[in-house]
């Protein structure tokens, strides 16, 4: 069984930043893509960003592009996302997803075989 663990989240200040650590425990995997997710209260997951295994290839969202960075550690089965100048509508719950299926695009949620909990993030104003 994979297990994929969020940390990082926490509460932060407008324009603050925040770096989330997903990690893999258990078996061992290899996997096409990571990505993160978000979901705030009342409305529906979204995507955030994802990368493929090699590194080569990234998605991002719009509504983060130019702030948040996505990053991986294969050696370590890790997923990071470095998010920077954040703003109170990222306030939301977020999850890092694992797929081993290939795609050529990465921001739906239907491709993802493992999912974390998720950790919160909270951004005042």
């Known amino acids: 069984q994979v297990q994929l663990v969020e940390s990082g989240g926490g509460l932060v200040q407008a324009g603050g930043s925040l770096r989330l650590t997903c990690s893999a425990s258990g078996l061992t995997f290899s996997t096409d893509a990571a990505g993160w997710f978000r979901q705030a209260p009342g409305k529906e997951r979204e995507f955030v960003a994802a990368l493929t295994r090699s590194g080569g290839t990234t998605f991002v969202a719009d509504s983060v592009k130019g702030r948040f960075t996505i990053s991986r550690d294969n050696a370590k089965n890790t997923v990071y996302l470095q998010m920077n100048s954040l703003k109170p509508e990222d306030t939301a719950v977020y999850y890092c997803?694992?797929?081993?299926?290939?795609?050529?695009?990465?921001?739906?949620?239907?491709?993802?075989?493992?999912w974390g909990q998720g950790t919160q993030v909270t951004v005042s104003s």
């Open positions: 997803a694992a797929t081993g299926r290939y795609s050529t695009n990465y921001s739906y949620t239907y491709l993802y075989d493992y």
